[in-house]
């Protein structure tokens, strides 16, 4: 695997400290501890939180983050409960994202990503599982279905980054550069209010809050990021083999979701599902009510299969 592209945080030391106090805090609101797993890769150490991983007789679900956000962004205001059945669950840290997981990064236009994946599943001990992507994590889903699909139960796909190019529209590019050109609370908190969420009725409550600002700055001051952003994989798409389910909020302005839901129909040929969520930004993976979608459709699938072997 050749890796092209290297991110980094200035100071790791100090830096990991302080991403560490920050998953305390988490830990804390949500009074759980999250399982810490290092595995070595192709791509240097990628990390992952586990709940539930030494359990037998569960299902396992496998999520990838969005870019700029780390995989524990799914379970702010305990969201992984919407689930609604213990399941076996696995939070990549993807590798060149703001976390503790190395910044190699292969060319995202490669299969490596999907390779990469697929060693995880083998180190993890991982046969066959559901997988979660949001945005960029939706990326990683589709390359893990065209590298590994026989190890892939269903792939759910949320607001995901493959589906279109970013869009260029002036009101979406305003509210995400101008974190990055200057990242200031305020600004940051924009950003979140205008694109990721959508008050009222989409949010988080206000300590959840208060730690996506924190982390959001943290990223953008801290994480020198020179991993490449997702593309529309287009004819790629038509690879796929693998049940896919697509989660879409309508509220979506980084990949408006009726052009994301036209490229689906015309390009995913095993689209099993389409769930327009109303009033939801692009966080996605923090509502409630989408997290308890894909533990619907997991547990519909469980009882299916558990019905025609009988």
Known sequence: MEIIRKSRFKKPDEDFLRFNNWVSMLESQNNRTYERLRISTALGTTHIWGLN????????????????TTSLFWDFDRGLDAFGHRMKIFLVETNGLPNLSDGNTPDIKSLDYGHWANELFEQLG?????IAGASFGGLICMKLCLVAPKKVKAAFLLNPGCLQPFSLKLKNLYYNLLPIISPKRENVERFLDKAVFYEPFHGLLKQSKELIIEYEVFALTRYIDRTQKPYFMKNELKSITSEVFLLEGDKDILFPYKKSLDNAKTHLHTLKEIKVFENVGHGIETHKKALGYIGNCIKNKENELTATTS
């Open 53 to 68: 991983t030494q359990e037998t007789n569960l299902e396992t679900l496998v999520i990838f983050p969005g870019a700029r």
């Open 126 to 130: 991982i046969d066959r599982a559901y």
